[in-house]
Structure formats: C-alpha cells, structure tokens
C-alpha cells in the first residue's frame, strides 16, 4: 500500500507537460480498438504503436525524473498549458499521418492544432477523405482539449486572473491576488489534481449523456458520439462534415442546443471560480446576456426573411415560418458558443425569402463568444457586459454628472476598473486580429478571406470558414507559411493575448 502511495505521488510529482502527454499517448488505445472493429488495420496499428511508443517515451522519462522535484515559478502551469497547444500535436500528428500516408505532416499537425484547440477548422473538403477512425480522433483530441480548458481556467487561469478573471479581481492581470490567501497558499499541482477529479466525472457524464440522447434519436454511434464531443467542447467536429445537410433532425439539434447552453456560463456546471454569484444562475450577468442574443437575434434574422419573403411573393405558411426561426435560433446559438454547427433549418429560411444572412452576423456571434473558464471561445460575455455596464454609467452621468450608481447584483462581480482592463484586452485582440489579417494578405490570401480566417482561427469557430465567407475557404490549397500562421492564430485564440503577454514577463517567473 504504501508502495503504490509512494508511486502516485511520484508520478504526481512529474512535469505538468509530461503528464499531459502520457494522458494523451494513453488515450489512443480508444481509436485503436474502435479502428479493429471496424477492420481498419492500418489505423489500428498506427494508433496501437503510436500510444505503445509515447507511453515508453513517458515512462522513460518519468523513471528518469524519479527524485527530482521540480521549482515551478508562477507561471509553469501557464507554459505547460501553452505547450500542449504548441508542441504536443506534432505527437499526436504521428499517428494521424501514419493511418493517411496520402497526406503531409504539416497538414496533420493543423489538424491537429485545430482539434486541441477546439477551432475544429477542417482541412479536408471532403470529409470521405478520411476514415472513421480519424473521424473519432479528430473529436476525441478536441474533446480532451476542452476538458483541458475546464480545467486549465480554475486551477491556473483564475489564480493569475487570465482568460476573463482580469474584469472580477482587483490583482493585475497575470500576477497572483495575495488577498485570496486561501488560494495562495495552495500548491498548483493540488488546485489541478482537484479541478481535475471534480471536473472530469462532470465533463464526461454530460457527454454521455448527449451521445445516449442522440443515440436514441437514430443518430449513427459514430456521429453520435463525435456530435456529443463537438457540443461539450464547442469544436464544431463532425464525421459528416457538419449538421447543415446531413440529415439531422430537429429532434438531435434540440439536444445539442440545450448542452450547447454549457458554454455560456461556467455556473451552468460549477462554482469553483471567482465567476460565481449568490444569486444564481438566472442572475448571472453572462448567462442572460448570452440567452437575449440566442432570442434576439434569431427574431431580428426573421422579420428579415419574413419582409423579404412578402417582397419575392412568397407564402408564408406557419410550418416553414416555424422552421426558419428555429433554424436561426440554432445556428445563432452554435457560433454564440464558437461551436460553429448550422441547422438544417438554415438554408431553407433563405430559400424561403430569397436573401442570405451576411456572414457578419456570424463573425460578430463568435467574436462574442461565450463564459468566461467555459470551452468557448471569443471575446467573452463578462468583458463584453463589462463595456455594457460602462457605457451605460456613461450615459446617466452625461444626464446627471454629480449622480453616484450603484453595482447592484450583476455588477458586483465586475472590479471598479473592469472596464478598463477588458478595454485594453479588445485592444490587444484588435491588434491580433489586424495583424494576423495583414500576415495572411502578405502571403497572397484575399483580403476578405484573410480577415475571415483571422476571425476565425482568434475566437476558435473554425466553421465560419465555411459560412461566412461568400464561398467556403479551401484551407489546403493555402499554402505553407498561411497555414503556419492560422495555427499561431489558433494558439493565441485558445489562450488569449494576456496569458501570452504574461508568458514573456521575465519577473513573474522569478516567483
């Protein structure tokens, strides 16, 4: 017994990185048995002798580290996690490029960076390029990537106030709160082992769950399950190359939409962050920002189709009416929340009026973005009612300059200058999103495709490729310094420009 205590707590006691890649080297074995079920024996031995490989790797490496413990400053954690999305899917790349010799390294590391880092962007137009087995991988790295973030955003993010805990601390971003001494004082290897065993149960059992549900709508197992995955970690990946046009019912986009909702607010799943309120979730500033634009929107997009249905004389009937707003309201849902999956209902609204919804209102949506500590991705809905709560104090002073406002509820968890810093992180994104429009225009992308895959790749809804563009953007016929920079791109969305900023300050890493 103690013997096995002794082995845990050395195995605990290795690099954060090292143990996130043991955890995905392991988690091959899944797409190697479901690969020989389905007499895929190329896949199957790529997947078996690529985890067989990476566990020797881990445990050679673990064996070695045996005895040594490790000084980690304040921000080890943050570059473990900026590893993971670096370094990481040129391993898990391997097995990718060995079940499809047809294609390039390079072409399986963006894959690969799209999964991890939820973007879900899809390489291949045609998804019968790939296997089943691929299929699975592609969702299963994107689903661990989202479980990833779960974690990452209580036991690392929120203890340095990154990621959207800027706007609810008084500390400056990137450097601990020391007021929050309960938190201080705790190792960051036990505020992850117990993010870790308190999310994952939560994290899997709500997958599960969808996947039993679409399931019992008729779905395929195997979209069933990548669709779950997708959902929960808002990757938008789909073995069908989407949910548009692919027979999916209204029954299956009901239930993905509902576990969609997870992503608005992390009070929809936990309490653990500073996020939290007393009031609830129905008083949680993000959550009812983010459930008026799902019914804002969509009513907007349809008196739209309903004026311009009147204009092309068609008739209205209440079933196509019905459709149409729901197919909004979906579609508007999915890129809110950066999962990028679009209704079946979607086209049939513009067939039926005869207009297409500019691909602006998608690009706005997932710029937005979703909660703050949650899989989305975006701008976030707490900086966003943040500059709303601002503007809004703003504009009773212009009408009474000596009156003092309170915080009320909602505005409780916002700091006295939480304007401020979520002002200068859309700054910070602004620029990122104008630079990596101009590097992508100076290695010969249209204008207009560039700021689309910049919007994209920044806010991890890598669907709007597809469908906020005038035509879908063919990714591999990009060349190799554009697909360089979209996977920069999507590293930099995944983490924000603040963690990234905070990585290159020479002094928080003497702490």
């Not at 962050?273 to 009031?279: I, L």
């Not at 249905?309 to 008739?315: C, E, L, R, T």
């Amino acid at each position: 017994m103690r013997r096995k205590s002794y082995i845990r707590r050395e195995i605990l006691e290795l690099p954060l990185f090292l143990l996130i890649f043991g955890v995905f080297s392991a988690s091959t074995i899944f797409p190697a048995i479901f690969a020989l079920t389905t007499q895929d024996h190329l896949a199957s031995r790529a997947f078996f002798y690529s985890g067989l490989l990476g566990v020797i790797i881990f445990t050679l490496i673990a064996v070695a580290h045996a005895g040594r413990r490790a000084r980690h400053g304040a921000l080890g954690p943050l570059m473990s996690l900026f590893s993971s999305f670096v370094f990481l899917p040129a391993l898990l790349a391997i097995p990718f490029l060995e079940a499809l010799p047809t294609t390039r390294f390079l072409h399986a590391y963006f894959d690969m960076v799209s999964a991890i880092t939820t973007t879900g962007a899809m390489l291949f137009d045609d998804p019968g390029r790939i296997s089943d087995t691929l299929h699975l991988w592609r969702a299963q790295v994107a689903w661990m990537g989202g479980l990833l973030m779960w974690i990452a955003a209580s036991a690392i993010l929120a203890p340095l106030h990154l990621g959207g805990f800027e706007v609810t601390s008084q500390a400056e971003p990137g450097n601990p709160d020391e007021r929050r001494s309960n938190m201080g004082q705790i190792d960051p290897r036990q505020r992850l082992l117990r993010s870790a065993a308190a999310l994952t149960p939560t994290y899997l059992a709500l997958t599960l769950m969808l996947w039993l549900l679409l399931l019992a709508n008729g779905d395929r197992s195997l979209v069933a399950l990548c669709h779950a995955m997708s959902v929960l970690a808002t990757s938008g990946i789909s073995p069908l190359g989407g949910t548009h046009d692919t027979g999916v019912g209204f029954g299956a986009e009901a239930m993905m939409m509902l576990f969609m909702l997870f992503a608005l607010s992390r009070l929809t799943f936990s309490k653990d962050t500073v996020t939290a309120t007393q009031g609830g979730l129905f008083t949680d500033p993000e959550f009812r920002m983010g459930l008026a634009l799902i019914l804002g929107v969509p009513v907007v997009l349809f008196v739209r189709h309903f004026l311009g249905a009147f204009d092309v004389d068609a008739s209205a009937e209440a079933l196509e009416t019905g459709s149409a707003f729901w197919g909004a309201m979906f579609t508007v849902t999915s890129f809110l929340t950066t999962t990028g999956f679009v209704s079946a209902s979607w086209a049939e609204a513009q067939s039926w009026s005869g207009l297409e919804t500019p691909g602006l209102i998608l690009m706005g949506l997932a710029l937005i973005g979703g909660g703050v500590a949650t899989t989305a991705g975006g701008v976030k809905l707490l900086r966003v009612f943040a500059l709303y709560r601002n503007g809004v104090r703003e504009m009773e002073r212009l009408v009474h300059p000596h009156s003092v406002s309170g915080a009320g509820q909602a505005g409780r968890r916002l700091q006295s200058n939480g304007a401020f810093i979520a002002w200068i992180f859309f700054m910070l994104f602004a620029l990122s999103l104008a630079g990596v429009t101009l590097l992508l225009t100076f290695v010969g992308a249209p204008f207009a495709d560039a700021l689309v895959m910049s919007v994209a790749t920044l806010a991890t809804t890598g669907p709007l490729m597809e469908f906020a563009a005038d035509a879908p953007i063919a990714l591999i016929q990009l060349g190799d310094g554009a697909k360089m920079i979209l996977c920069a791109a999507m590293v930099l969305g995944r983490l924000e420009t603040l963690a990234i900023i905070a990585l290159l300050t020479p002094d928080l890493w003497r702490a």
